[in-house]
């Protein structure tokens, strides 16, 4: 690693996954037709051009479980973030697209993966370290900014593309965000 990168701590890793989750929800909302195009603006975020709401009542209510989200994930406490999608009529589950956080046993770092459970169609995993030494006081090899930013960007574009293997929902929908 070259005297230039740098390394996520902790508390950026916490910062970084509850953004990554920020954005990716807004992905999903947008790709799924949950909330109408033109309530989403773009950005430009992990070298990608992203979508966010602008409907104030979504920001609100994102803002808070993320503010959440963040507390827990400093102690350790979610395993996983579920978007359910169901039908408004029908009252069904349409999709749940779930997120497996997994924290390292030596506390260096986040695992996350994210799939949706209906189709398995993405996988891909995302590893957050940090600078600390674990208990045996080794440095453990530690991802750069650049290095996770790259890895969140490999899975936003798995969630566009999924997309296209998805049916099309044919009802009104809403969504749940379930954290376990």
């Given at each position: 690693m070259g005297g230039n990168d740098t390394v996520?701590?902790?508390k950026g890793s916490v910062e970084i996954v509850t953004e990554f989750f920020f954005t990716a929800i807004n992905s999903i909302l947008y790709q799924r037709g949950i909330y109408q195009p033109e309530t989403f603006k773009r950005e430009a975020k992990y070298g990608l051009t992203v979508l966010t709401t602008?409907?104030?009542g979504l920001l609100s209510y994102l803002g808070q479980?993320?503010?959440?989200m963040e507390s827990w994930l400093t102690y350790g406490d979610v395993q996983r973030l579920v978007v359910v999608v169901s039908g408004i009529?029908?009252?069904?589950?349409?999709?749940?697209?779930?997120?497996n956080v997994s924290i390292e046993d030596d506390g260096c770092g986040a695992l996350i993966s994210v799939n949706d459970e209906n189709q398995n169609i993405s996988s891909n995993v995302m590893k957050l370290g940090h600078s600390s030494g674990d208990k045996l006081g080794k440095k453990r090899q530690s991802k750069t900014?650049?290095?996770v930013h790259d890895e969140i960007q490999a899975i936003i574009r798995q969630?566009?593309?999924s997309v296209t293997f998805l049916p099309l929902l044919n009802e009104p929908c809403?969504?749940?965000l379930l954290i376990y």
């Open positions: 996520i701590t902790l602008t409907d104030e479980v993320m503010t959440q009529d029908s009252g069904e589950t349409l999709e749940r697209w779930q997120f900014v650049k290095e969630i566009t593309a809403s969504f749940d």
